[in-house]
């Protein structure tokens, strides 16, 4: 019950956020495995949100955000695909027998579609627990979001 209110409010105050536009929503699988949001607050800066499980035996819950700072076509493939390379700083909970609270830093590749209609992307992301459990997780995780406008 906690998980899904937890969800639920996560998801409202997300697309409260993102009511003027530039707020992208989608999937993400790794670990964790769930739901992504990212909200650009202009062309190289960003805030962005998940909310998910981690895949096999753990049913731990969790919650991230980052504030996210793109350097835009860094990388190129084919001579056509630009890629943007980010990296941030941001926070997590994970609920798990208690709740861990600790700092992320992502670092990451995004493809941009056309008119920034969607994107596709691939992240790492060290974290590092100070609260109720003092130690260091990986997050890594690949996803898609769609932008409404």
């Known amino acids: 019950m906690k998980t899904?209110?937890?969800?639920?409010?996560?998801?409202?105050?997300?697309?409260?956020?993102?009511a003027e536009g530039d707020m992208g929503l989608g999937a993400m699988v790794g670990a964790p495995t769930g739901v992504s949001a990212k909200y650009w607050l202009d062309g190289n800066k960003?805030?962005?949100?998940?909310?998910?499980?981690?895949?096999?035996?753990?049913?731990?819950?969790?919650?991230?955000?980052?504030?996210?700072?793109?350097?835009?076509g860094a990388l190129v493939m084919n001579d056509v695909h630009p890629l943007d390379i980010y990296f941030g700083l941001g926070g997590r909970f994970k609920f798990a027998d208690d709740i861990q609270i600790g700092a992320r830093v992502p670092v990451g590749l995004v493809y941009k579609t056309e008119n920034?209609?969607?994107?596709?992307?691939?992240?790492?992301?060290?974290?590092?627990?100070?609260i109720s459990r003092v130690g260091v997780d990986l997050n890594v995780l690949v996803g898609a979001r769609y932008y409404f406008r």
Do not use: K, R, Y
Not at 50 to 72: C, I, N, Q, V, W
Not at 116 to 130: N, T
């Open 4 to 18: 899904l209110l937890s969800l639920a409010l996560l998801m409202t105050a997300l697309c409260a956020f993102g």
């Open 116 to 130: 920034m209609g969607s994107d596709m992307f691939a992240e790492v992301a060290p974290v590092i627990d100070f």
């Open 46 to 72: 960003a805030v962005d949100a998940g909310a998910g499980f981690f895949p096999g035996g753990h049913s731990d819950f969790t919650l991230h955000s980052d504030f996210l700072l793109h350097s835009e």
